[in-house]
C-alpha cells in the first residue's frame, strides 16, 4: 500500500460521524492521506467523497463492524500492511448505558469488544512498522468518565462496564508510553467530557440543554496536546496541574503499599 505522493496517512476508526469525523477531517486539512472506518459505509463514501473534493486527499473506505472477529482482522491486516501509516486513531465507540445487573452479555462482549480489544489489536498491529521507521503515533480516544469509578450514577449514568472500558485505555496508554520512550512513536490518551455529537442522542438521551464541547475543539486540543507530547489530553481541564497531582498520588500509592508488611488496619483480630 502506498499514499497518494510522499504524503503520510492516518486511519480513524469509528470516522462516520462524530470525533472521528472531525480527525478525518483535520488531518484531511493538515495533509493526511486517509483509511475512514466504521460500520456505516454509506457515511463513510459521503465523508470520503467531500475529503476528496475540499482537500484533495486520498482517502479510502473500509467498512467494518469491529465487533465481528474477522471485520477486525481484516482491519488490522489493513493496518500491519500499510508502510505510509503514520497516525492511529482509535476513536470507535458506543455507550449503551444501564445497571449493570440488567445489561445483556451480549453487550458486555461488544463494548469490550470495541473499547479494549480493537485497541489492542489495532495498536498492537500498527506499532512494529512505527517503530521500525522511528515515527508515528496512536491516539485512543477515551472518556472523562474513565475517571469516574468512585461516582455514583446520579446525576452521572449506570456506566460500569463502558467507565471501566475507557479506564483501560489510560492505563493502556500510559504504560505503552513508557515502553515506547526513545523510539521516536508517541501515543496519547484523549479523555473528552460531554461533546455535542450523535453519541446519547442514539441511546434515547436528549442532552441539547446541556453544555457540551464540539468535536471540533476536542480533536483541536487532542493534535495540539500530541505535537507537545502530552500522554493524556482531556480537552476541558484548564488546570493541568491537577493531572500532575493525580499522577503523583497514583505514584505515591503504588510505592508505599509494595510491602510484604499487612497495613496495620488489617491486623487486628489477626491469631
Keep these: 500500500m502506498s499514499s497518494s505522493g510522499s504524503r503520510p496517512r492516518a486511519l480513524v476508526t469509528g470516522a462516520s460521524s462524530g470525533i472521528g469525523a472531525s480527525y478525518a477531517e483535520r488531518l484531511a486539512r493538515d495533509g493526511y492521506d486517509l483509511v475512514l472506518v466504521a460500520r456505516r459505509r454509506g457515511r463513510l463514501e459521503e465523508l470520503a467523497e467531500r475529503l476528496r473534493r475540499e482537500a484533495d486527499t486520498h482517502a479510502e ?12 482482522a481484516e482491519v488490522e491486516a ?42 489492542a489489536r489495532l495498536t498492537r498491529a500498527g506499532l512494529p512498522g512505527m517503530v521500525r521507521r522511528g515515527a508515528g503515533g496512536v491516539i485512543n480516544v477515551a472518556s472523562l468518565l474513565a475517571l469516574s469509578g468512585s461516582l455514583p450514577p446520579n446525576p452521572l449514568p449506570h456506566r460500569t462496564v463502558y467507565a471501566g472500558a475507557k479506564a483501560f485505555l489510560v492505563a493502556f496508554t500510559q504504560a505503552l508510553a513508557g515502553e515506547l520512550g526513545g523510539t521516536g512513536v508517541r501515543v496519547q490518551v484523549c479523555l473528552p467530557g460531554l461533546v455535542a455529537t450523535e453519541f446519547h442522542t442514539v441511546q434515547g438521551m436528549d442532552l441539547s440543554k446541556m453544555p457540551r464541547m464540539t468535536a471540533d475543539d476536542v480533536v483541536a486540543a487532542s493534535l495540539a496536546a500530541f ?4 500522554i493524556m489530553c482531556i480537552p476541558g481541564l484548564e488546570d493541568a496541574s491537577l493531572l500532575e497531582r493525580l499522577e503523583e498520588v497514583q505514584r505515591a500509592v503504588l510505592k508505599s503499599a509494595n510491602t510484604p508488611t499487612l497495613a496495620r488496619r488489617y491486623q487486628s483480630g489477626m491469631a
Excluded: K
Excluded at 61 to 72: P, S
Excluded at 227 to 230: D, I, K, L, S
Design 61 to 72: 473506505v473500509l467498512a467494518a463492524d469491529l465487533t465481528d472477529a474477522g471485520a477486525l
Design 78 to 119: 489493513h493496518v500491519a500492511g500499510d508502510e505510509s501509516l503514520v497516525l492511529l486513531i482509535n476513536n470507535a465507540g458506543f455507550g449503551r448505558y444501564g445497571p449493570f445487573v440488567q445489561v445483556e452479555p451480549r453487550d458486555v462482549d461488544q463494548l469490550i469488544d470495541v473499547h479494549v480489544r480493537t485497541v
Design 227 to 230: 505535537a507537545r507530547g502530552e
